[in-house]
């Protein structure tokens, strides 16, 4: 069956720009959630020192949960080619971070959505970005793993590949053992994709998945499809949520993936409002990966 691990979506201020939490904080606050693992972010403040990360994972694994991804954000579609070098780099630290905190899994992304950049222009300066890093992450024993993203929180534009024909088309390019997709159903609404249908077109690439939730907070999705078009690709309307009260159809999803012999992470990304809305999000999916894997 599945494992289940927790990201701390709601604390990311506190433990990557203020300091005000510390990792320690936030593993003691997880354990009553009964999570299997917790996927860490590259941005937290005490793993700027590498001599942190041995330290982080032991105090992980001292209550008895493991860090099994490493979330990051690097920026492959830069046309620059000193800067996508820049990138390749600091993606290639990330894969040995993720190694040194034990996590088999390491995100990579597309990078943004330049408006000087066509479709092929992109995929081909992003599919040689994450080839390049594929001889450490194999190295490495970790598996890189492309998510179909919203944005980063810090980026000017939304991601390159974040719709679903163009992130179809660059996880077709990539075949390597090293290389799967992290699917995240909830950042297919945001790009005016049905996140089934995505699903479908990428079930036998998956390998981690991003457990989340939205829910219209006015107006239908019809009004959400006509405000996909936006400067940011933003639409205001759709909100984060627990897991189960929202638009994601996850009996739909998990019986696809239990179909597909999928058996990988699921990382619960919600929990915005506070530790007791992520118990919830946890008690819900845990029932259901009992349900359809049993």
Known sequence: MPRLAAFPKAYMRPLCREGTMTLRDWADLAVPLGVDGLEFYSG???????AGWAGARRLVEERG???PMLCCSPDFSQPDPALRRAEIEREKGWIRMAATLGAGYCRVLSGQRRPELSREQGLDLVTGCIEACLPEAEACGVTLILENHYKDDFWSYPEF???MDVFCA?????RHPRFGVNYDPSNAFLAGDDPLELL???KDRVVTMHASDRYLAEGTLEDLRREEGGPEGYAKRLRHGTIGRGLNDYDAIFSTLRAAGFDGWVSIEDGVDGIEQLAESVRFVRGKLRHHWG
């Open 200 to 202: 479908a077109r990428v």
């Open 161 to 163: 590949a974040q719709k």
């Open 44 to 50: 937290f403040l005490e793993l700027a020192d590498p």
């Open 170 to 174: 660059l996880v077709d390019r990539i």
């Open 65 to 67: 949960m493991v860090i």
